[in-house]
């Protein structure tokens, strides 16, 4: 783009933001600018900068290696595992636990279904990551590119167009300019509110606990979900013996289980989980996450995409949100390098219309799906308690319908 163009767009935007001109500017010209440098925007630039897109990325944390862990164990599915494979980050990590069956059971019913691998064939039913290593290696692979700025500890603080290009305002006061920006910032995410997109979304009450627990017996490669009326109770394997907790309670009730002495803390898991992995000992620190959902109305305004979580929240019941993501992430990838290889303008209705109609339908399903999990199981109602009787009974004894839930929960349906 000519110098004298940048400067109208520049001087527009001052228009836009009504700037006090005697600050410092410094305007960054590149073909995206992602808001938000996590785990979807971290990969989203990867797999941008591996078609020959510059792109900037600009997050508010301080980006520096190691990074401290935030206690989640993510459940990746083959999708996610593709994904990451092509851009190369799935062979940095190091330490990764396939998933080779999963138990889930009632808490009051005496119902369970089981899923094995060879039900699908073609290796795991999942992986296991540890957060801190996952981000670590897509924050390594960020850094290999010499076609991405990345801008950390750095916020976002306006959003400004033109008819024909996006501009963020920056903490630092620095102002980007690219034809299209993507908000990765996160299910509270800032630069959504900022665009106004309307948002539905809902608490759960729901508090879930996160931590690693060792077990004196091998988990074998289990995971293992276990509807219990107060919420779910989740363990997925993790290297050695010892296995990752994701346990949503009811808020009030949380409080009291994160107060715990440890040895008390433990006993309440053991005594609800019972004795398949053996005699528990709590190998972390108990981490919390307030447990909300929310969908906005759009993934898409003028020159604007969402992605992530910013696209999308759910309930961790599944394991699903960061796979939902990082699908989100593929598809925008693919839409964004065909329109520029074609020379097509990143930022345009037609770009952007297109993603948004790919991403619908995946969204809205795991939207209700989790959310309708967290409904139907984390009750005591006897009319859901026989719903529940029901739909174990079909999933348990209805093969194609068991492989269906297994290919989705996967990512290779559709
Ligand atoms: C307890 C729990 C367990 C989970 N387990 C799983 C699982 O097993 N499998 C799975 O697939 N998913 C799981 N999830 C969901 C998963 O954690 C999220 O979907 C995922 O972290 C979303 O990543 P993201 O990059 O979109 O957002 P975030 O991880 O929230 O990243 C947002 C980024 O934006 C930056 N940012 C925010 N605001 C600004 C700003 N104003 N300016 C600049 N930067 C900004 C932040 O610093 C951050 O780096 C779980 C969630 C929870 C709560």
């Known amino acids: 783009m000519a110098f004298k163009s940048c400067l109208d767009f520049k001087a527009q935007f001052t228009l836009i933001l009504s700037k006090d001109s005697s600050q410092k500017e410094i305007l960054y010209m590149k073909d995206v600018i992602i808001v938000g440098g996590g785990l979807t925007g971290g990969v989203l630039a990867c797999a941008l900068a591996e078609q020959g897109l510059d792109i900037i990325v600009v997050d508010q944390t301080e980006q520096k290696l190691p990074l401290l862990s935030d206690g989640r164990s993510f459940a990746l599915s083959r999708s996610s595992f593709n994904l990451l494979s092509k851009l190369g980050i799935w062979q940095a990590l190091h330490e990764v636990t396939p998933i080779r069956s999963i138990h889930t ?37 960020v850094r290999s590119y010499k076609n991405i700025e990345l801008h950390a500890p750095t916020s976002f603080v306006r959003f400004g167009k033109t008819p024909t290009s996006a501009f963020i305002e920056t903490d630092h006061k620095e102002f980007l300019q690219a034809p299209l920006c993507i908000a990765a910032d996160g299910k509270f995410s800032a630069l959504r509110k900022e665009v106004n997109i309307p948002l539905f979304k809902w608490n759960y009450d729901q508090i879930a606990i996160v931590c690693n627990m060792a077990h004196s017996l091998s988990h074998d490669n289990w995971a293992f979900e276990h509807f219990l009326p107060t919420g779910p109770l989740a363990f ?165 319908l068991r492989h269906r839930m297994i290919r989705h929960a996967m990512g290779i349906a559709g």
């Open 105 to 141: 059971s009632d808490g009051v019913l005496p119902h369970w279904v089981d899923y094995h691998e060879e039900e699908v064939g073609g290796g795991p039913l999942g992986y296991v990551v540890d957060s801190a290593l996952l981000k670590s290696k897509i924050l390594e692979k």
């Open 236 to 400: 997925v394997p993790r290297p050695g013996n010892e296995s990752g907790l994701v346990w949503s309670v009811e808020k009030k009730k949380a409080e009291v289980y994160l107060s715990l002495p440890e040895d008390d803390f433990t006993k309440e898991v053991q005594t609800l989980f019972g004795e398949s992995l053996g005699t528990f000992t709590l190998s972390s620190q108990r981490w919390h996450y307030p447990l909300n959902a929310c969908l906005p109305k759009r993934l898409i305004d003028d020159r604007l995409a969402l992605v992530g979580d910013a696209a999308h929240a759910f309930h961790p019941v599944a394991g699903q949100g960061l796979n939902v993501g990082l699908r989100g992430v593929a598809v925008l990838a693919e839409i964004l390098g065909d329109a520029f290889c074609l020379g097509l303008d990143l930022g345009s209705q037609t770009v952007l219309t297109s993603y948004q109609k790919r991403r619908r339908l995946d969204i809205l399903s795991m939207i209700a799906l989790t959310d309708g999990m967290v409904r139907i199981f984390s009750n005591e109602s006897r009319l859901l308690a026989h719903a529940r009787s029901l739909g174990f009974g079909l999933v348990k004894h209805c093969t194609p």
